[in-house]
């Protein structure tokens, strides 16, 4: 009764971890998948991140090339150079009213690019650096060697909005420079209007078109280009350019959580591997527990049903005996008292001593006597029987007490498994306080190994920076050796300009006054002090208003913060969809495919399939039918005959359908440029997917309206209207 209790609840134990079981393989298979689609979609913007920066290389290498064209990379090596007496480009020193600007930079063209110098001797030491570097060409405008622009003729043309000179903001100085760029250019509003007076003007409309006075005209559609604009300092990036540049910058915000929700995934799917390898464990053990007390109370069922039906039989055999000894006992008087009268009478013969009486009665008592042998010896049998009973009774009952020791021996032996089971639970709670103690040890153990690969990290930064230091040291020396050179060579160029400007002081050298004393220094020193003193009072809440702009500042930088992370996610997510979008997509295009390639072969004898322009990005591109009729070439859909069409759209119309059925389907003569064989073929293809749907065909032709299951006829009745008739067809032969 007690194993049947142990196997009764070592049962529900085994049900209780197999559910266990089964709930953490759900859950792994969860975080599996979970942790595939993270990968697929890190796979996905990895190759998207490597074709969108080669497409960004090509772009900017064509950008630079056409930089380079333009000599706006040689400005930018002027610039980085750093050398005095460059004012900036055309292009940085004037504005330009909007409505304008169009028409502004088409008159100026590639003069928008120059280098606006103070000299000569600064274009010469440019263009000595651009040679150096090999920096490509420049164009520059030394101030004091442009000559003076003319004054602008009086304007009369109708339709002339002004001089583009005028239209131009610019510092009074650089008047000699946007003359020499835009000259006597006049900004038109049309082209019609600028024609009247085209060899009369140098002229542009505010679309861009160009007419020279030579008679030259220059117009169009103008295509996005890297040009220069008034008030910019550098050509503007294409926008193809700056969407590719968006596009890796949200890939590259997107694989750092991507790469971090991996790894929180794999952690979490090692930590659930091992618990469902315990629970498995766990499972296997209570199994085999399970089973060993099955079969040992398998074992003490058998035993118990042989010592009852021994003792069953045993009690059968007793009660016979009993039974046997018992009529015995009640026989044995009446033959006592039988042999007592034949005694009795065998004396009286003896007495009368009649001879043949004697012998009579001698044969008559010996037959008796035999008789009573025989009795005695029946007695004797019986006792012996009685006595053989009694003893099989005592062996039986010896027997019993063995058994019945027999079972108590059993019933101590599961009293002794019991207590080892239970010394076996203690040991297993034992071992599993030992192996919590070795999982703190081996904590504290990882936690002191994180310590040391902390130090560890530390004193590799330590290094590290070190390693930085001494390479930045280096690197500043050399800076400062090439600021060395640098210095001396704006040195010699400043003695360059000294000299230069030196000549063009004036002769003789004004004097210093004799009477400026100390004094009158102190004083200029005292009226500077005053007029610094009347700029007050200062703005003394401007402390408080910064606070609350830096609060305000914070709050939003934390908003921005959260805002950031919540686009993130949802990109995350977007990509993920995206990925399983793909996903989707292949999973029908490959079974619609295959069913393709059956349904084809089945309507035309032929081979075909189906071909994605862009196998990478199907999105991107679209979808062509290949197909392949029997006894023709490889053809595209677009270069077949009508009844080829026709076979081919069905085709793929039947494989979509046997990837997921509609309910109805309609078609309206599809069978027109058709043969009777390819009829007769459709024809069967649609009673074969007829089982799956219903379908509604208009056809002219025999074989599709003998395949039908129900026949409409419609016919045009006075040529006015329709009306429905009725067909009689011949009945359908069954083939056996």
Partial sequence: METRTHLEAATLEVQQQEHQVQAQAATLASFDQDIKLQQETQNRLLREQLEKQRQLDKLEAQEQAQQ???????????????????????????????????????????????LVVEDDAVAAAGIDILKRERGGRATFLPLSKIRTAKALPSLSAAGAIDFAIELIEFDPIYAPIFAFVLGQTVVFK??????????KYRMVTLEGDLLEPTGAMTGGSRQQQHTLHFGTAEAGE????????????????????????????????????????????????????????????????DRKAHLEQQSQTYRQELHTAQERLQQLKEELPQQETTLEQLRHALGELEESQTHGEWKALQHQLQTQEGVVAQAEQALRAAQQQRQDLASQTERLQ?????????????????????????????????????????????????????????????????????????????????????????????????????????????EPLPQIPADLTLEQLRQD?????????????????AIEEYDRTHARLVELTDKLATLESERTELLLRIENFRTLRYQSFREAFDVIDQNFQTIFAELSDGDGHLHLDNPEDPFQGGLNLVAHPKGKPVQRLASMSGGEKSLTALSFIFALQKYRPSPFYAFDEVDMFLDGANVERLSAMIQKQAQQAQFIVVSLRRPMIEASDRTIGVTQARGTHTQVIGIQLPPKVTQA
Avoid at 87 to 100: E, K, N
Avoid at 418 to 423: D, K, L, S, T
Avoid at 525 to 541: F, K
């Fill in 398 to 506: 010896e027997k019993i007490e063995e058994k019945k020791a027999t079972i108590q021996t059993l019933e101590d032996q599961t009293q002794i498994y019991q207590q080892q089971q239970q010394g076996n639970q203690q040991q297993q709670t034992q071992l599993q306080e030992a192996i919590s103690s070795f999982k703190v040890n081996l904590a504290q153990l990882e936690q002191r190994l994180g310590t040391e690969k902390a130090a560890r990290d530390q004193a590799e930064q330590h290094l590290q920076e070190r390693s930085s230091l001494h390479q930045n040291l280096i690197w500043q020396i050399q800076k400062n050796q090439a600021d060395q050179a640098e210095q001396q060579t704006q040195i010699q160029q400043l003695q360059t300009q000294l000299a230069s400007q030196a000549a063009a002081l004036p």
């Fill in 238 to 301: 294409s926008a193809a350019i700056i969407a590719l540049k968006q596009r890796l910058q949200e890939i590259a915000s997107l694989l750092a959580p991507i790469e971090q929700k991996i790894g929180q995934g794999q952690g979490s799917l090692a930590a659930h591997q091992v618990a469902l390898t315990t629970s498995r464990q766990q499972h296997r053990e209570a199994q085999l527990k399970t089973e060993q007390l099955q079969r040992d109370l398998q074992i003490f069922c």
């Fill in 190 to 199: 049309t082209l019609q209007e600028a024609r009247q007076y085209l060899g």
């Fill in 68 to 114: 380079e064209v333009q000599g706006t990379h040689a400005t930018k090596i002027i610039r980085r150079a750093k050398l005095a007496g460059v004012h900036g480009l055309v292009a940085q020193l004037g504005q330009v009213d909007p409505q304008y600007q169009l028409a502004l930079e088409i008159a100026a063209g590639g003069r928008l690019g120059c």
């Fill in 525 to 541: 020193l005292q009226s500077l002090q005053r007029r610094l003193t009347a700029m007050e009072p200062v703005n003394m809440l």
